[in-house]
């Protein structure tokens, strides 16, 4: 375990947890997420100083797992320069898949699909790591919470329509759209309509309890595209003999009824048996302070962008 000062950043696009956390102490902040409409870098160097500024605290690292991060934003050098003055020294950067991992998993071998308002899966076998999904609204993020919600809105427009059954998800769309025809121009025009239309994932996994069946199938079609990630990801990582861990974790988990099909769908449904799902260790913050100690022969380390000052 590192005995430098880590500074340690979740950032997602709902909010951005903060860790500092060093010998004998630990101080967690919260933020406002990512603007994916505006440059990274620049809003983590930010927080960062806004964190020192509102903790007291002296990093001499900053770690940080981040959704959507691309190799062109993975810049740890230029976050370092953007952070001078803070006596901040070393920067480790990496996609939040990893941190998710290392967060719910540590060392073991195994999966994590982490599904909130996006999804993304990562399988680490003995010395390969395979990424599934992750791909964002638009291409890719299949049975996360956006999806669920771009289904339930679907829905409840082919029940107005006629083209689909009635549904209890009416109800809540109406609540926020009392005109149905307007909704879709409402929606296009809202700056933060992504986390509009995920916010419909909480109707449907409350609707799929209280029987309504097109909440439930929803919730089924989720719970399969999910496990179906973590299957591929597994087949590209795992070797005839070993078992895997398979830990589940975010928001659309929270889902009783879709986490159960979740775990019928990766176990019981044409899938090994030696498939485990286990309770996560911890979080994604817990994961970016395990950048500072990511030993240089994990699998994950050639996944991590790093600077020293």
Known sequence: ????????????????????????????????????????????????????????????????????????????????????????????????????????????????????????????????????????????????GYWIGREALDAVMRAYDGRGPATALTDPVRERWPELPQAYIDLQAAEDRVQIVASFAAQVARLAVEGDAVAQAITERAAEQLALSVRTALGRVRHDDEPAAVCAIGGVFRSVRLHEAFVTALTVSGTRADVAVVEPLGDGIDGALALADLPPGHPLSSAVHRAVA
């Open 1 to 144: 375990m590192t005995t430098a000062r880590v500074l340690a950043i979740d950032a997602g696009q709902t909010g951005m947890k903060v860790r500092l956390a060093g010998p004998g102490e630990r101080q967690d902040v919260v933020f406002r997420g990512i603007d994916t409409h505006e440059p990274l870098l620049p809003q983590l160097a930010r927080v960062v100083r806004a964190a020192i500024d509102k903790t007291g605290a002296s990093p001499d690292i900053v770690t940080a797992g981040i959704s959507g991060l691309t190799d062109r934003d993975a810049d740890a050098a230029h976050l370092l320069s953007l952070v001078s003055g803070t006596g901040v020294r070393g920067a480790s950067l990496a996609h939040d898949s990893t941190t998710s991992f290392l967060g719910a998993l540590g060392d073991t071998r195994g999966a994590v699909v982490a599904a909130g308002t996006g999804v993304v899966t990562l399988a680490v076998g003995r010395d390969t790591v395979s990424r599934v999904d992750g791909w964002g609204y638009i291409m890719g993020d299949a049975g996360s």
